[in-house]
Nanobody, 122 residues
Framework: QVQLAESGGGLVQAGGSLRLSCAASGRTFSRYDMGWFRQAPGKERESVVTISQIGGIYYVDSVKGRFTISRDNAKNTVALQMNGLKTEDTAVYYC????????????????WGQGTQVTVSS
């Protein structure tokens, strides 16, 4: 069992930066692939980025060059540094733990956090 708790969301102007953090409970954190998803109003939840157990990283095209994921297995944390934010990045962001599907490099989550709101104003 893994419990996930996100923090760091908020309101920022376009072009600004935010850093999201995800703290995980449990002693098996390092065995999970981790990822961030987001869901904008009226849209389906989408994968933003996945980081595998061994550090392989896979971004959706829309955030490449702007977002950076990192994980610290000693601290059971995953972070998402978001730079150059755009209004279209506005969404609830969810941390997830699960298994990376190498057919499309998207995480198949077993566990979700509660989500944190990111709002980017123009």
């Amino acid at each position: 069992q893994v419990q996930l708790a996100e923090s760091g969301g908020g309101l920022v102007q376009a072009g600004g930066s935010l850093r999201l953090s995800c703290a995980a409970s449990g002693r098996t954190f390092s065995r999970y692939d981790m990822g961030w998803f987001r869901q904008a109003p009226g849209k389906e939840r989408e994968s933003v980025v996945t980081i595998s157990q061994i550090g392989g990283i896979y971004y959706v095209d829309s955030v490449k060059g702007r977002f950076t994921i990192s994980r610290d297995n000693a601290k059971n944390t995953v972070a998402l540094q978001m730079n150059g934010l755009k209004t279209e990045d506005t969404a609830v962001y969810y941390c997830a733990a699960g298994t990376l599907d190498y057919s499309d490099y998207v995480l198949r989550p077993d566990y979700w956090g509660q989500g944190t709101q990111v709002t980017v104003s123009s």
